[in-house]
């Protein structure tokens, strides 16, 4: 198992374009998590699935953020119509039920100029 | 309402002890992590305490009072490689983790 796989590792996008991230989890697990952690900050909840399910979503996902996994395996983040805000670390996790134990993907920087 | 708290940074020398505390406010809550960040990378788990009381993993420990919404966790014989965000996280039933903003923790010679 490669652990947790996201790409790509650094995006830098003008404002105002759609960006997608992608997140391939660790096979086994079902659940997968998004989140977004700014510089100094710790990791700020945005959404999660339990299979195919999108079982949660913080308010900070914004009707321009959409989050889908439509197999149950791999995940997509797509942010529309990007903002200088949503420049961050955004940080993928997966674990099993239970929440014991997340594990994180490298995650994807993106810069909005 | 759910909220976590954590000192922003901390400082330390080779070799000593460091206490990194944490104070929680969550509903239903479900155990609390221990993460390390290290700059640029993601973070790896630390520790998981369900049950109050200390647990201990080498050189790291994690304590856990529930009653008291309180937990630390505990480095000693502090390596230059502990140079690190420690964060702090809170698991509600039903929901993913919540995180506190981090310690920086800064280890010197």
């Known amino acids: 198992d490669t652990g947790v796989s996201q790409n790509p590792r650094h995006k830098i996008t003008k404002r105002g374009q759609n960006v997608t991230f992608r997140c391939d989890p660790i096979s086994e697990h079902n659940r997968l998590y998004w989140y977004r952690q700014t510089l100094g900050q710790g990791p700020e909840f945005l959404t999660y699935?339990?299979?195919?399910?999108?079982?949660?979503k913080s308010r900070l996902l914004s009707d321009r953020f959409s989050a889908e996994r439509p197999k149950g395996s791999f995940s997509t983040l797509e942010i529309q119509r990007t903002e200088q805000g949503d420049s961050a670390m955004y940080l993928c996790?997966?674990?099993?039920?239970?929440?014991?134990?997340?594990?994180f993907g490298s995650g994807t920087r993106l810069t909005v100029v | 309402g759910q909220n976590i708290d954590q000192p922003t940074e901390m400082t330390a020398t080779e070799g000593a002890i460091v206490q990194i505390n944490c104070t929680y406010q969550t509903s239903g809550f479900n155990g609390l992590f221990w993460y390390q960040q290290h700059a640029g990378e993601a973070p790896t788990f630390l520790s998981y305490n369900v049950l109050d009381g200390l647990e201990e993993k080498g050189r790291f420990s994690s304590f856990l009072s529930r009653s008291k919404g309180y937990s630390y966790l505990l480095l000693k014989e502090l390596q230059m490689k502990d140079s690190a965000s420690y964060l702090c996280?809170?698991?509600?039933?039903?929901?993913?983790?919540?995180f506190g903003k981090g310690t920086t923790l800064s280890v010197s010679s």
């Open positions: 996280a809170a698991n509600q039933a039903g929901t993913a983790l919540i």
């Open positions: 996790a997966s674990s099993l039920p239970g929440n014991y134990g997340y594990t």
């Open positions: 699935f339990q299979n195919e399910a999108q079982l949660e």
